[in-house]
């Protein structure tokens, strides 16, 4: 079975600048996640999708993250414009559903200069 | 609210020894408890969970958690500690009426040969 595929693996912007990830949830996987993981903290949710619809965002910086996923399978997360506190790891989770346990993506790692 | 408590930074074993990482958890409702490994450059991997029964959960390469809710913790052990073994595991937690996971800010487990 193929596990949640995530690009790029690593990505070196400048501040202001825009950049975009795209994850591949495992198939079958209604529930997707994106995470950011600071360097030597836990990961934190930034966005949780059901299928096509936005279960929770609550923690998604909205005035320069954003997130979709159009035909509720592959998903892509947007920073414009990117701050040095951006720097981080994102990680795409898939689950079968909201209560199952969650797959992860290798991640990609974000350097703002 | 809900929040996971790791108080090592750092564990260190020599291999072949018992291993215990550490987790306390606080939550109002049932808890729900995961522990996950991150290697190096990779994303996070399912090592078990606890949902209800047995206090004692076994999980994936020889990895076992000790659910005890008196204590509120769940700790992750082993019997015998493997150089392979050598890694960051995250405890994380949610609530059997909530959906979201909510990460310690991991372990740091290294074991000596």
């Given at each position: ?26 198939s079958?996987?209604a ?27 609550s ?17 892509t ?21 909201t ?10 790692r974000?350097?703002?200069? | ?27 109002s ?6 522990w ?23 999980g ?6 000790e ?21 960051l ?25």
């Amino acid at each position: 079975e193929a596990g949640v595929a995530q690009s790029p693996r690593y990505k070196i912007i400048e501040k202001r600048q825009s950049v975009a990830f795209w994850c591949n949830p495992i198939s079958g996987h209604a529930t997707l996640y994106w995470y950011q993981q600071i360097l030597g903290q836990g990961p934190k949710l930034l966005i949780q999708f059901q299928n096509n619809g936005v279960v929770d965002d609550s923690q998604l910086p909205k005035d320069r993250f954003s997130a979709e996923r159009l035909k509720g399978v592959d998903s892509t997360l947007k920073i414009q414009p990117a701050k040095l506190e951006d720097s981080a790891v994102y990680l795409c989770a898939s689950s079968v559903g909201t209560s199952a346990e969650q797959y992860f993506g290798p991640g990609t790692r974000l350097t703002v200069t | 609210a809900q929040s996971v408590a790791q108080p090592e930074d750092q564990v260190n074993v020599a291999e072949g020894n018992p291993l215990t990482v550490k987790c306390t958890y606080s939550v109002s409702g049932n808890p729900y408890l995961f522990w996950y490994v991150q290697y190096p450059n990779r994303g996070l991997q399912f090592l078990l969970k606890y949902i209800t029964g047995d206090n004692l959960v076994k999980g994936s390469y020889g990895f076992e958690a000790e659910f005890n809710k008196s204590q509120t913790s769940f700790h992750l052990k082993k019997p015998s500690a493997l150089v392979s073994d050598s890694a960051l595991y995250f405890c994380a937690v949610r609530m059997d009426s909530s959906y979201k996971l909510i990460f310690g800010s991991g372990t740091r487990l290294l074991v000596r040969p």
